[in-house]
């Protein structure tokens, strides 16, 4: 090859790469540059009296709204609320299940900007609620999607959040109290925290565990190594398997073992 | 200039190119590729009975968590809280002073994810906290810094979130009950949403409006617009005046007239 055959591959290498990559330019070319982006979906659903939550008698209760002022009366409206820290669509911080251990103020703020990874389990939950998220679940995912990115979180799409307006159906208790909706596994949780070093997992029902377990096995297995957990995800739907950012807006409350938490998912 | 000493230039500018730009690349080489932001910051407060908060008598009052359940006791912790909609870090929905306006659950999630500009009067605020942002200081950001982005946040930095431990010092209340801190001018708000198309205003103090209005004005003046405003902003000190990009967490509360906020910039 002479050297000007040498110059033009070259110059046509270099031209296919500043082409190939406008916002580079664009920020090169713009000191203010700012960064948009061209789909942002809320992953949250809305709280209010009717939202579904787990039934522990004595302990939980549903949300409350009540006014203390109102514009009318005191030209300005403001509410009260009665509240607890597993309500809506929210996030449990490792103190949920382990004294000492990190509490919502305190889990690190790049957890909350993560890649978020979705996992799709709808067409096996139709049939059969009593399932969860496996290691094999996990492992098919990355032969169509590639491996899960590092630190990210990792959604499970069961299509429970169609019955969001019915919290019976929601809740699905039985006859004898036996609440049934998937979860993730206690051993896919561990491998995404030790094999993929996930910072998070979320699931579209009302806990990490499937309702039919009340030894709390996943919350255990995921809390205890020392990330967070959303539950009442939104909207899973309409996000890609990977590719998003989640923004975890957790709320920032000292001290606490959970909270609303507001989840929109950016590409 | 001989063809190897263009080869060598080229080479050079190539590799120079390549080297500037390692994310653009590992993007172009993975199908799977995942935005990663080099820088995230905490914009929120975290919120306990200490936080300061704007005194009004029989309607507001301070934050309080109280366990429901312990690890001890009942294998897993959680807490109910007390709280009303304008308590720590938290943003104002147009419903707060307007009846029938958008509630904080309305708020278009695209207003949520947008462009941060941050005015810095912290010199000015040091010597005299009765002041403002005002138009005037708009325009002189714009000539330090270009026009401010279309759809941003445009938030006040005002020095203010050092006294965040000392709720007396933040609220400043003088002998007769009038608080004095700093805010945004009325007619300053009406410029960002109507010649500026922001999305968001904030403020590190307790309100929109400079302390020693009691009238409100620039609450009206900005929510009438249909936009949403956050207060006690923290570490606006730690971002660049313009090219972050900030998430706005705002609780997800039907009919909420407001509510903690989770505030994260990255750029």
Redesign the interface.
């Known amino acids: 090859m ?3 055959k ?2 033009a591959v ?2 046509t ?2 031209v296919a ?2 082409l ?2 406008p916002a ?1 330019l664009a920020q090169a070319t713009d ?7 061209a789909n ?3 992953l ?5 009296e009717y939202t579904p939550y787990i039934p ?1 008698p004595g ?3 549903p ?1 409350k ?1 009540t006014p ?2 109102t ?2 009366k ?13 309500l ?2 929210q996030i449990d911080a490792p ?5 000492g251990a990190l509490s919502l ?1 305190q889990l690190p ?2 957890s ?2 993560v ?1 978020l990874a979705v996992i799709d389990i709808s067409a096996r939950v139709a049939s059969h609620p009593d399932t969860s998220v496996t290691v094999a679940d996990i492992e098919a995912w990355e032969r169509q ?3 899960i ?1 590092e630190r ?1 979180a990792v959604m499970m799409r069961s299509g429970w959040d169609s019955r969001i307006d019915d919290a019976r159906a929601f809740v699905n208790a039985d006859a004898g109290g036996v609440m049934h909706f998937p979860g993730f596994s206690p051993e896919a949780a561990s491998f995404l925290a030790r094999s993929r070093q996930a910072a998070g997992i979320g699931v579209d029902t009302l806990s990490l565990d499937r309702g039919d377990d009340a030894t ?1 096995a996943t ?1 255990k297995a995921w809390l205890g190594t020392g990330n967070w957990g959303a539950e009442l995800v939104a909207n899973l739907q309409h996000v890609p398997p ?2 998003a ?1 989640v ?16 989840l ?1 998912a ?2």
Chains 1, 2 share one sequence.
């Open positions: 002479t050297a000007g040498i110059v070259m110059l290498a270099c790469l500043i190939s990559h580079t000191r203010h540059a700012v960064h948009r982006f942002v979906v809320d949250t659903h809305a709280l209010d522990v302990l939980t209760f949300f709204k203390i002022a514009v009318v005191n030209g300005v409206a403001a509410n009260r609320w009665e509240i607890h820290e597993h809506g669509t103190i949920h299940f382990f004294e103020d703020v790049a909350l900007v890649p999607h590639g491996r990115p990210a709390y919350h990977v590719g950012t923004f975890v807006g957790a709320t920032k409350v000292k001290g606490a073992t959970g909270g609303p938490v507001r929109i950016v590409w």
